[in-house]
């Protein structure tokens, strides 16, 4: 643009010489959640914060000044956290959302460091590690997804310098997990910084927390967007050793997070009781939809221990059904670009009334598809079978 506001023809060329070259291969995030009505493919939580919190939030929000920076918020939300989690506010590190954290993270150490990963895993650690100039390593799941510490302790150790090993923890997307006794193997046997990712440990347990203390290479992230149910108001963080979070908060920005994320969090934290019933709810739901899935001919469930399910249907390419599911008004998530995951979906466990829709609308979709590739059944038969 000029000042005038018109438009040069020269703005309208790619920004050639600026734009790295690296970064050419990876999709901006731009969810089409048009003319979807159960929403079921990013993992939030399908309780809202219940209204009474809301009017906690509203009356603290009241006496809040807007004109003035939210330093005092952030050290008070960091000070919450540490008492709940028995730690020290310094050990803890603020993002928006915990995306912003893994930026942070990579931003601070990661410079011409190996990072490496567990492929398939959370896509951010690949762009906050192509962002930051990291070289990334990944280290493919083993044979039925599964996962393990070996590949990622044989890795690191063959990188010969001080790298970067990010677990996710809860695994997203399988749902699966490695043990305390795996992560604690790739402290043991590596000099790399650790970075486990916690997203989904409420509803599986067995947080590694308490190793911050034993091991300063050890950082854990959490959020609250998943079993506190405010993926919309962007809170995360990092728990690390006090060194690590001093290292950390000189590329953090300093106001990262707004007032009213910080006041809805710690209003969150001091009225969490709503948070266990979620959870309790979420992962009996989560067993009702294993079972249900399961029962559909052709879909095969990998367990979870997190707030979603990846299945696969005999479908070749599960885009195909992605897409079908699209047309149901019913959002899923697929994996186009990883090999092995391309029969896969991920659902991410809603309202009963949500799965209900999700598994009838699958049901539907499996049986046109179905007919598209072997013809229309007839009596429980395919046309195919009869002759047609
Ligand atoms: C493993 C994992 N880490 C981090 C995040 C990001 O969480 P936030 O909403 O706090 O940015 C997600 C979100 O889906 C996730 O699955």
Redesign the pocket.
Known sequence: MTVTGVTNEQDTRPVDGFARLELQTLQAYAPDWDGIRVRLD??ESPFDLPAQIKERVLDRLKAIPFNRYPQGLAVSLKREIASRLGIRATQVTLGN???EVIHIILQTFGLGKDVIIQKPS?T?YTYAALAADANIRAVPLGEGLSLGAAGLIEEANATGSPCIVII?NPH?PTGGRLTELDIVAVLEATNALVVV?E?YVEFSGGSLLRLVDQYDRLIVLR?L?KAFGL?GVRV?YSVSSAEIAAQLDRVRQPFNLDSLALVVAQTALQNDGYCSEAVASIVEERERLFQRLGQIEGVTCLPSCTNFILFKTNVPEAVTVRDALRRHGVSVRVYPDEPMLRQYLRVSCGTAEEDDAFLEALEDVLLETDQTCVGPRVGGRTSAEDGE
């Open positions: 990013c993992n959302g915990l995306d959370f951010t996710c997203n990712d997203a959020t967007s993926a995360g």
